[in-house]
């Protein structure tokens, strides 16, 4: 199971942090990732971390989120920064099945088998 929180509304140029909960299976797998989805949008793979904190983002990203694992609480976060109108949208935390191929990058994400409900972060300009 994967749950975020953290999401809410920020203004322009400000930050926010989600952080998502594995358990269950979804604990046992050595990649975790975030993907969004804005009405109308089709879903972005936004950034993806190993187990061992190796990290990677999209393009659209870099530079201002920044994501990491952490082993000893089975969570993964997502440090928005400089948030702009564009990064709106529902953010799901996403998880492979270990036992199944899967490619650790923020494009993985979009296929990978467990996902969280989402979490809604609103960008006012």
């Known amino acids: 199971q994967l749950v975020e929180s953290g999401g809410g509304s920020v203004q322009t140029g400000g930050s926010l942090s989600l952080s998502c909960a594995a358990s269950?299976?979804?604990?046992?797998?050595?990649?975790y990732g975030w993907y969004r989805q804005a009405p109308g949008k089709e879903r972005e793979g936004v950034a993806s971390v190993g187990i061992d904190n190796r990290a990677d983002y999209a393009e659209s990203v870099k530079g201002r989120f920044a994501i990491s694992w952490d082993n000893a609480k089975n969570t993964m976060t997502l440090r928005m920064n400089n948030l702009k109108p564009e990064d709106a949208g529902t953010y799901y935390c996403?998880?492979?099945?270990?036992?199944?191929?899967?490619?650790?990058?923020?494009?993985?994400?979009?296929?990978?088998?467990?996902r969280g409900k989402g979490t809604l972060v609103t960008v006012s300009s």
């Open positions: 269950g299976s979804t604990s046992d797998t050595y990649c």
């Open positions: 996403a998880a492979p099945d270990a036992r199944q191929p899967y490619k650790c990058l923020p494009s993985g994400t979009l296929t990978f088998n467990h």
